[in-house]
């Protein structure tokens, strides 16, 4: 039987359990947008801009740890999501573009919003840097098999967004049902691989013998949904974890074995921990810049002089950055559960290790009464570290919380506790400014019973404030806290302390600080929206935003002092080369 291909599209998205499909409209996918109108199980979540569409995706995905599906439209629509399917890509987050292209026999010929100064058709060719795969379909009947490929290579292996590029001809043409139906028969999921007994004896007898074992926690343990494995073997073994700022959360942060994140913004018992450690087992981690301190051996890590056992389901990251004593290729979870199991063969009886519980208490609370003053003060624009003691006092445990970019995913990853394994999203790889206001809105799609805040700067929602239309359009209920310090403030505050100068950092007009208010701006959307007017009011109005379960901003003056840090990063020396210098606090 012959059926139009948009019509076939939507029914195997359906029998794949897509329920969300974010996009944009445009005249190469209005085909698929028209039988999206029909379907009943799978709802369309309409954008004003593609970048909101490609970041909640991102969101949806890392709640649902499924592909999550972004309908784009050709040439503007295609770039305007490419900073979202990039930071998607870098955080190892599983996606499918379907975009619709120009009209196949148009190819050569320009047509309409058709990018081609280098080459005819070859639009795709623009994701090609940053996603798994993109493909170009060039027949109809080959349109089945792409589509099943590409979900495949999203969700398989170490995860990530892929590109499929339809001309939008094919989208209206018939094709034979068999075609699809075929691919019924294929395993729509992948076994994944693990270690033997024999390695796994290896790496628990590394971790016995060693003096002073770290193990250190990246996102990848999240990504594979291993964050209780990892439990099990820390409370057996009763060995300290590190993580780095997209593992924040592996364990729970009142957890005895925790120490922390590592680098820049990383508390300085954390990093002298690692550099002290003999030995350090690195799960699901690329041991990126920040997190290592720009890999200078006397901050963070040294290795060699410290041994390093590496698993990770990507093998180029293994001895990408350091030297690998041993190095597996594997799912974390698989990895784990072995690891598990050997590693009560081995040792029947679990190490309390009381003395590395009571040290890493005493230096968590040391680390924390160094916070009180500013969490406790009522100075007005508020301390940003009473804003996130605030903010966690007023959630559930299992609240989700979205980071962007400055002291909201800064200052959250170092003194904001995060309780539950995945709770947190925020950009790590790419570090895009303007993902935490609209990946909350996936977020809370994917889990519409939790209670979601995004902690966005006012740099950072001022990019998509249209991200609400949405919100409200859906009746999404996520509730954004603006921390609005009136500037680009990290930036600012290492401007102001390397160059004198905050030239393009800070939002000013006649010499004066200046921001829109975000609040009246919530409001002209239909959202609820409460500008604070002292620190008092703060956490009333939150909790009251909560309670409402209506899309919400509160937009918070806050002090634009820098994140506090002990860490380093080589960019300060770059700046001003022997000086010690980091950030600076910006009137």
């Known amino acids: 039987m012959q059926e139009l291909i948009s019509r076939q599209l939507v029914r195997y998205l359906e029998e794949r359990g897509v329920e969300h499909v974010f996009g944009l409209c445009g005249h190469t996918n209005i085909a698929v947008l028209t039988?999206?109108?029909?379907?009943?199980?799978?709802?369309?979540?309409?954008?004003?801009?593609?970048?909101?569409?490609?970041?909640?995706?991102?969101?949806?995905?890392?709640?649902?740890?499924?592909?999550?599906?972004?309908?784009?439209?050709?040439?503007?629509?295609?770039?305007?999501?490419a900073t979202g399917v990039a930071n998607a890509a870098l955080d190892s987050i599983p996606m499918v573009v379907i975009a619709g292209d120009i009209p196949s026999h148009f190819y050569g010929k320009h047509p309409h919003q058709e990018i081609n100064l280098?080459?005819?058709?070859?639009?795709?060719?623009?994701?090609?840097?940053?996603?798994?795969r993109a493909w170009r379909v060039d027949r109809p009947d080959l349109f089945p098999e792409i589509l099943e490929k590409a979900f495949q290579l999203a969700e398989s292996g170490r995860p990530g967004p892929v590109l499929v590029s339809v001309?939008?001809?094919?989208?209206s043409k018939e094709i034979d049902t068999a075609l699809f139906e075929r691919l019924r028969s294929h395993t729509k999921q992948l076994e994944k691989p693990s270690i033997d007994d024999t390695l796994a004896r290896r790496i628990i007898q590394e971790l016995l013998d060693a003096k002073q074992p770290v193990i250190y926690a990246g996102g990848g343990v999240i990504l594979a949904d291993a964050a209780q494995e990892l439990a099990e073997l820390v409370d057996h073994l009763g060995v300290p974890v590190a993580h780095t700022l997209m593992g924040k959360g592996v364990l729970p942060d009142d957890h005895p074995l925790i120490l922390g994140m590592t680098g820049f913004w990383g508390a300085?018992?954390?990093?002298?921990?690692?550099?002290?450690?003999?030995?350090?087992?690195?799960?699901?981690?690329r041991f990126a810049e920040a997190d290592c301190s720009s890999w200078e051996s006397e901050y963070t890590f040294r290795f060699p002089g410290t041994r390093l056992i590496h698993i990770d389901i990507d093998p180029a990251?293994?001895?990408?950055?350091?030297?690998?004593?041993?190095?597996?290729?594997?799912?974390?979870?698989?990895?784990?559960k072995v690891l598990n199991r050997v590693a009560r063969e081995m040792l029947p009886q679990p190490r309390r290790n009381e003395p590395l519980r009571e040290r890493l208490a005493g230096q968590r609370s040391a680390f924390s009464s160094g916070n009180v003053e500013a969490i406790e003060s009522d100075a007005f624009p508020m301390m940003p570290e009473r804003i996130l003691s605030d903010v966690r006092a007023a959630l559930p445990r299992d609240a989700i919380i979205t980071t962007d970019v400055g002291w909201n995913k800064n200052g959250v990853g170092q003194q904001f506790p995060i309780y539950e394994p995945g709770s947190i999203l925020t950009p790590g790889g790419y570090a895009t400014m303007g993902f935490g206001a609209p990946g909350a809105l996936g977020a809370k799609l994917a889990c519409p019973d939790r209670v979601v805040v995004s902690l966005v700067?006012?740099?950072?929602?001022?990019?998509?404030?249209?991200?609400?239309?949405?919100?409200?359009?859906?009746?999404?209920?996520?509730?954004?806290?603006?921390?609005?310090?009136?500037?680009?403030?990290?930036?600012?505050?290492?401007?102001?302390?390397?160059?004198?100068t905050t030239t393009g950092t800070v939002f000013a007009k006649d010499g004066k600080p200046y921001t829109p208010d975000y609040a009246a701006i919530a409001r002209a959307y239909g959202a609820e929206g409460v500008q604070v007017q002292s620190a008092s009011e703060f956490k009333d109005a939150l909790a009251r935003a909560i309670s409402s379960k209506k899309p919400s901003v509160i937009d918070v003056l806050m002090r634009n002092n820098p994140v506090p840090t002990s860490g380093h990063w080589n960019i300060l020396?770059?700046?001003?080369?022997?000086?010690?210098?980091?950030h600076v606090s910006v009137d």
């Open 35 to 81: 039988e999206l109108g029909k379907s009943s199980a799978i709802r369309f979540v309409n954008t004003r801009h593609e970048q909101i569409a490609s970041h909640a995706a991102d969101g949806y995905a890392r709640m649902t740890r499924k592909a999550a599906v972004v309908l784009s439209h050709l040439g503007p629509g295609l770039t305007n999501a």
């Open 118 to 132: 280098h080459a005819d058709a070859a639009q795709w060719e623009i994701y090609r840097p940053f996603v798994k």
């Open 167 to 171: 001309p939008m001809d094919i989208f």
């Open 268 to 285: 300085q018992f954390v990093n002298e921990a690692c550099l002290n450690a003999d030995l350090v087992l690195g799960l699901g981690t």
């Open 317 to 336: 990251e293994i001895g990408r950055n350091y030297p690998v004593q041993i190095g597996a290729v594997a799912d974390l979870k698989q990895a784990l």
């Open 457 to 500: 700067g006012d740099g950072g929602f001022g990019q998509n404030p249209a991200l609400l239309a949405t919100a409200v359009e859906e009746n999404i209920p996520v509730v954004w806290v603006v921390m609005n310090n009136c500037a680009f403030g990290t930036i600012a505050g290492l401007q102001k302390a390397h160059y004198g």
């Open 573 to 582: 020396d770059i700046y001003s080369p022997g000086k010690k210098i980091s």
